[in-house]
């Protein structure tokens, strides 16, 4: 199975990199692509230049087998929507199982997504889940939810796509947003992202 892991990164850190490592275990993934958008849909512009985002996701994921840095979005002109990309992972895949890796709050949010529900045909969603939490379903995805998840990861090896699967992760609250604060007003970020990260944005 093949993981894929989108967002923009700006900047990459060890919340994004601890609990894409927890996933890939748990679920004995291949391979996770870190596919880093160009135009993030629902964000405003990201910080760093997509070239400095694609520079520090490289260097943060060279050293771990199986972590891999996709660059299909960064190439492809207009905004990043996932259902694209995985539209074209899919193409190359064949009938290999894809899963989308997404955190709970971007699930919650996911009838707000360009052609949502033409994820489900394309790959199995894993939610990284929060411990004892359970919230409430938006109305449109309540029935999604209801009909597509799996409390085993087995079913989801059977079929190229269509389960939804939680998978707990350790909660790191590291926020990029205020990595990028601690840049603009001069002071350090680091333990919050590699070592080799920390050099080439400082």
Known sequence: MIGVYGGTFDPVHYGHLRTALEVREALDLDEIRFVPCRIPPHRRKPFFSAGKRLELLKLATADEPGFVVDTRELARPGPS????????LRREAGDKPLCLIVGLDAFLGLPGWHRWQDLFE????????????????PSALKPQVEARRSDEVLPLRRRPAGRIFFQQVIRLEISATYIRQCLREGRSPRYLVPDEVLELMV
């Open 81 to 88: 929507y996932m259902v694209d990309t995985l539209a074209s």
């Open 122 to 137: 394309l790959a199995h969603l894993v939610v990284m889940d929060r411990p004892g939490y359970r919230p409430e379903w």
